[in-house]
């Protein structure tokens, strides 16, 4: 009986620990006050298999809202659209201005859209299916600036379908440790390439000679 007791126990820890359900409005996130924030942890998101939802849809209570997790948000390869909410506060008595980062950069069409309260204050159509001249921030990933006033309170949804892989690393950033992190990224990579390079010259050079 009481081996039976610690199994039953076991099932209701593993049940207990599955990620929650969620409808209505997402839940408050932490402040943007840091100057680097994983979002996956406070993301949330809704399988849309048939493409018919839009904002205002997903918006109304009766969605089953899935609870992300710790890791990246991924759904491999699927025909799916996907809906993600996460909603962030600026707790602090000065604005707070932040870029929101989509870490993967073949995904087709990505919509972003801001909300605070009931009211859309900002919207982006991203994607690699579109101009590139249109993104707001030039860079390899997807980038967009946002601005948060003391005490408000900021609703995010995204929009990703595409034809490939469907994944979102989310990061929400300061402007200053952004660029300090790429450019020590970019570096690494031009070190890298440009040695790669070299030791292919060097072994062409060989073969010819």
């Known amino acids: 009986m009481r081996v039976l007791s610690v199994f039953l126990l076991l099932i209701l820890l593993a049940i207990s620990a599955r990620p929650a359900l969620a409808a209505g409005e997402p839940a408050v996130a932490p402040s943007v006050e840091p100057v680097e924030l994983d979002l996956n942890t406070h993301l ?3 399988e849309d298999p048939q ?7 997903v918006r109304q209570t009766g969605h089953q809202w899935t609870v992300n997790g710790s890791s990246a948000f991924n759904r491999g390869f699927n025909d799916s659209s996907w809906w993600l909410r996460l909603r962030l506060t600026n707790p602090s008595a000065n604005p707070q201005l932040r870029l929101l980062e989509i870490g993967y950069a073949v995904l087709d069409h990505i919509q972003i859209y801001v909300l605070e309260d009931d009211k859309l204050l900002q919207q982006w ?3 690699d299916k579109q101009p590139y001249s249109q993104r707001p921030v030039d860079h390899r990933y997807f ?3 946002m601005t948060w006033e003391p005490d408000q309170t900021l609703d995010i949804y995204l929009h990703i379908s595409t034809s490939g892989a469907v994944k979102a690393p989310l990061v929400l950033w300061s402007y200053q440790r952004f660029h300090s992190v790429d450019f020590v990224n970019t570096l690494v990579q031009g070190f890298y390439y440009g040695g790669m390079t070299s030791i292919a010259l060097y072994n062409l050079l060989i073969f010819f000679v």
């Open 125 to 127: 159509s991203l994607g």
């Open 143 to 145: 980038l967009v600036p």
């Open 51 to 57: 493409h018919v939802l839009n904002l205002d849809d």
């Open 44 to 46: 949330e998101y809704l």
